[in-house]
Every structure is written in structure tokens, then in C-alpha cells.
């Protein structure tokens, strides 16, 4: 196929077991990596923490090839942890306190990469003996906890939209939605069918809105097949595969976003 299609899947809040529309009006999540249940439901566990131990972003820095010293010392003038060196990068040591997703322990290590201080995904470095929410991932091949400082691993007293929708989880068993947008070109499609289905069997269609946005509410969790029908009005060629098509997990309390987007 000539044209490439993406799909980019994150995860979004819940509520129940088995009900589709397209709503009106929505907002699209143009950054939705940055919504609190997109990190909930691509997180293997999270919790909320206090930093005890970790490795020194200062020492880091200073060891690393990609920042020049008078960079460094720049950033040190406005930072008050990296000049006090209590500034955490690396393999972090968590007391936990309080569990939402998943079973680490008492005291749990979360790798939250290099220092951040020079990026532009406004994310956050921890500092010893502050609370933080940490969203990680267990990895598949060494079995340990990453997190992604850019969007999991969030202070505490900053971050009242994540507690509001932490502390206001569904209970476990209630499903999960599907969410997404269909565009061409960078545009959203008004009127595109997206149909979902699972093992072959239709679950339920949906129509997107005015902004090309969909919505499918109450699904068990599992497998879907998304088939997503494009009008030809949008289209200045043909597709050889068309309708658009994408496969995704709902977990429960879980939503996944998928994006079906032509270039």
C-alpha cells in the first residue's frame, strides 16, 4: 500500500460493560499521553512514593558527552535540587505508600532514565524525600520497572488532576471504552463508520463527530478489530486497502486510543 497508515494507541478512563456512541462535543487528546488515565492504563502498576535513594543528576550530567559545563552551571544557577545535589536520575528507590495498579513492594526500584533538565517534554526529575505519583512499565525482558519521566513520575502536590482521577477509579470488573479519531491528511473525517468487532463478530459501529472523533463505552475487556470506512469526498486517491483497519486491547477500567491517520 502506497499510502501509510498509522495507529498510535494509548489508554484513557472507564466506566462500564457494553455501549457505543460518538459524542458530541468531545475534545480531542491531542496530547493524550499527558492524561492521567492514558498513564494509568499503559502503566503496569502505580503508586504514589517517596524518593529515598537514587543516582545524582549532577553527577550524571557532569559525566555525560551531550552537555557542555557552562551549560550545566547555567542550569545549576536556576535549579535549586541540581545545585544542592539532591537532584535523582537513574534507578530510583520508592517507599510506597499508597498502590493503584499492579503489587510492588514496601520499597520498590523504578529506573526513570537520564536527567531531563535540557528536554522539552516538560516532565520532571525526582528529588530526594518528595512524594512523586510514579505510572511504570514492567519490561518483558529484564522483568524491572521503567518509567517515562516525561509523563510517569509526577509530583505529588502539582499534580491535582492525577489524584482526582486516581482516587475516583471504577471498581475492578467494569470494563473498558475504545476512543480514537479518523483523519486524512492531517483533517477529520466527519461521518466515518468505525466498526468493532471481536473474533470475527460485529460489537458494535459508531459514527465520528465534528472533529472525526469516536467513542465506544462499556466494553468487556479483550481484542477488538477496528474497521474505520472513509467517504470518498476526503479522499484524493484510491486506496488499495480500504477501509482503514487496527487492532487493540481493552483492559479494564481502561480505554484505548487509537488514531487512524492518512498522510
Not at 510514579?134 to 524491572?144: G, H, T
Amino acid at each position: 500500500m502506497s499510502h501509510s497508515i498509522r495507529a498510535f494507541f494509548a489508554i484513557a478512563l472507564v466506566s462500564a460493560f457494553a455501549e457505543a456512541y460518538a459524542c458530541q462535543p468531545c475534545t480531542l487528546a491531542k496530547n493524550y499521553k499527558s492524561l492521567p488515565s492514558v498513564r494509568f492504563n499503559n502503566a503496569d502498576t502505580v503508586f504514589i512514593g517517596t524518593v529515598l535513594t537514587g543516582e545524582s543528576a549532577l553527577k550524571a550530567l557532569i559525566q555525560s558527552e551531550w552537555y557542555h559545563p557552562s551549560a550545566i552551571e547555567r542550569e545549576k544557577q536556576r535549579n535549586q535540587a541540581l545545585r544542592d545535589d539532591t537532584l535523582i536520575a537513574g534507578t530510583v528507590l520508592f517507599a510506597v505508600e499508597k498502590v493503584f495498579k499492579g503489587k510492588p513492594g514496601g520499597r520498590t526500584t523504578v529506573w526513570i532514565g537520564s536527567p531531563i533538565i535540557f528536554h522539552s517534554c516538560h516532565g520532571t526529575n525526582a528529588e530526594l524525600n518528595k512524594r512523586y505519583i510514579v505510572y511504570a512499565e514492567r519490561s518483558e525482558e529484564d522483568n524491572k520497572l521503567y518509567s517515562d519521566k516525561c509523563h510517569g513520575v509526577l509530583p505529588e502536590e502539582d499534580s491535582q488532576e492525577d489524584m482526582a482521577f486516581l482516587q475516583n477509579l471504577p471498581p475492578a470488573g467494569t470494563g473498558g471504552n475504545i476512543q480514537g479519531e479518523v483523519r486524512v491528511k492531517d483533517k477529520p473525517v466527519v461521518g466515518a463508520k468505525v466498526k468493532i468487532s471481536q473474533n470475527r463478530r460485529l460489537i458494535t459501529s459508531v459514527r465520528t463527530n465534528g472533529n472525526g472523533f469516536f467513542e465506544a463505552k462499556k466494553l468487556k475487556p479483550g481484542t477488538y478489530q477496528l474497521e474505520a470506512e472513509v467517504q470518498k469526498k476526503y479522499l484524493d486517491f484510491t486506496f488499495e486497502n480500504n477501509p482503514y483497519t487496527e487492532e487493540l486491547i481493552v483492559k479494564d477500567r481502561g480505554t484505548a486510543w487509537v488514531v487512524l491517520e492518512d498522510y
